[in-house]
């Protein structure tokens, strides 16, 4: 039976604000460990005002404290952002603080625009050291070597496995060259998603994390007791895709019942582009999506993106996610 986990945005919902997105994040990684996820992952993304994620291994030392054994990761931190050895110094923090625990997944996309980029101060040319950076990374990790003047205290010997993520072949190629678990962004890029996994094994080189390929695929999933209910529910993603069109960064709203009165026909051909791999229905809707994804992609992993505006109700088409997975292995 293939893996689920969870890809969680941390969104601020509109009525609500950042500290509810957290507990809430929190409160459906304690569920999803008793539903049997595999991990739960958080992403970096800088000036959003319906995410609140920025400070992503702070983040993530909240939801590890409301869980007991769910694996929990960043998917995730844009590596040219930061300087190496701080990220090897968080992420080490976490090792330490929940052992066996902690992954982390990177990426060169910048996850926010080109104003927030400056005030990070992003050095010019950071994306072309991207693989350089992780190979920092991995030294930071590993044991010190004797005489090693610069450690990441206290990260130093904790090993944390790393993963690269993408939506194009850039990443798959290098996860490959790496030999290096990836995971690919078919939940908002998928037109890459086969050429991407195809890359990806194919240059796999064994190293001492992965002797094979592990592929996992990030997909959004909706399901609820009616098809006509994951289609209303689904709208608050159309929604904030339509606002990523825009240009326009607003919080999550409410779902409604007709999208085709909310988006144009451009936003609406362009936002269906990038959520053509989407599975909205019933479980058994759901759950056939599921085994033609697999079938087709030979996916190791599934990361599962609910999107869904009230909590409750995002927990239950988690929950119902599972179940539905479950009954088809039985």
């Known amino acids: 039976m293939v893996k689920l986990s969870?890809?969680?945005?941390?969104?601020?919902?509109?009525?609500?604000?950042?500290?509810?997105?957290?507990?809430?994040?929190?409160?459906?990684?304690?569920?999803?460990?008793?539903?049997?996820?595999?991990?739960?992952?958080?992403?970096?993304?800088?000036?959003?005002?319906?995410?609140?994620?920025?400070?992503?291994?702070?983040?993530?030392?909240?939801?590890?404290?409301?869980?007991?054994?769910?694996?929990?990761?960043?998917?995730?931190?844009?590596?040219?952002?930061?300087?190496?050895?701080?990220i090897a110094e968080q992420f080490g923090t976490l090792a330490h603080l929940y052992p066996g625990r902690i992954e982390l997944g990177?990426?060169?996309?910048?996850?926010?625009?080109?104003?927030?980029?400056?005030?990070?101060?992003?050095?010019m040319g950071a994306v072309e050291s991207f693989p350089q950076d992780i190979q920092e990374l991995q030294h930071y990790f590993a044991t010190p070597e004797p005489g090693q003047s610069v450690q990441a205290v206290p990260a130093a010997g904790t090993e944390v496995p790393l993963w690269i993520l993408g939506s194009?072949?850039?990443?798959?190629?290098?996860?490959?060259?790496l030999g290096l678990p990836y995971a690919f962004a078919s939940h908002f890029a998928p037109a890459e998603l086969m050429p991407a996994?195809?890359?990806?094994?194919?240059?796999?080189?064994?190293?001492?994390?992965?002797?094979?390929?592990?592929?996992?695929?990030?997909?959004?999933?909706?399901?609820?007791?009616?098809?006509?209910?994951?289609?209303?529910l689904h709208t608050t993603q159309q929604m904030s895709f339509t606002h990523l069109l825009r240009g326009d960064s607003q919080l999550s709203q409410p779902p409604i019942d007709d999208i085709d009165t909310y988006w144009t026909p451009a936003e609406?051909?362009?936002?269906?582009?990038?959520?053509?791999?989407?599975?909205v229905g019933t479980p058994a809707e759901v759950r056939d999506g599921i085994a033609a994804l697999v079938s087709e992609t030979d996916a190791d992993e599934l990361m599962v993106v609910s999107d869904?505006?009230?909590?409750?109700?995002?927990?239950?088409?988690?929950?119902?996610?599972?179940?539905?997975?479950a009954t088809a292995a039985a």
Do not use: C
């Open 6 to 86: 969870i890809l969680d945005l941390v969104r601020v919902r509109a009525g609500g604000d950042a500290r509810q997105a957290l507990d809430q994040a929190r409160d459906l990684a304690h569920h999803a460990e008793a539903w049997g996820y595999e991990r739960f992952w958080v992403a970096e993304h800088h000036n959003f005002p319906g995410i609140a994620s920025a400070a992503t291994s702070v983040v993530l030392a909240h939801i590890a404290a409301g869980s007991q054994r769910i694996r929990i990761g960043a998917g995730g931190i844009m590596l040219p952002n930061h300087a190496p050895l701080v």
């Open 106 to 123: 990177l990426g060169r996309a910048p996850g926010t625009d080109q104003g927030t980029l400056r005030a990070l101060r992003r050095r």
């Open 168 to 177: 194009s072949q850039y990443g798959a190629a290098l996860a490959g060259e």
């Open 197 to 232: 996994l195809e890359t990806y094994r194919r240059r796999f080189k064994p190293s001492a994390q992965l002797d094979r390929p592990y592929a996992m695929v990030a997909v959004n999933i909706v399901t609820a007791p009616t098809t006509a209910e994951a289609r209303r």
């Open 268 to 279: 609406r051909y362009r936002a269906q582009e990038m959520l053509a791999r989407s599975l």
């Open 308 to 325: 869904v505006f009230d909590h409750s109700l995002r927990l239950r088409s988690y929950e119902l996610t599972a179940e539905a997975l």
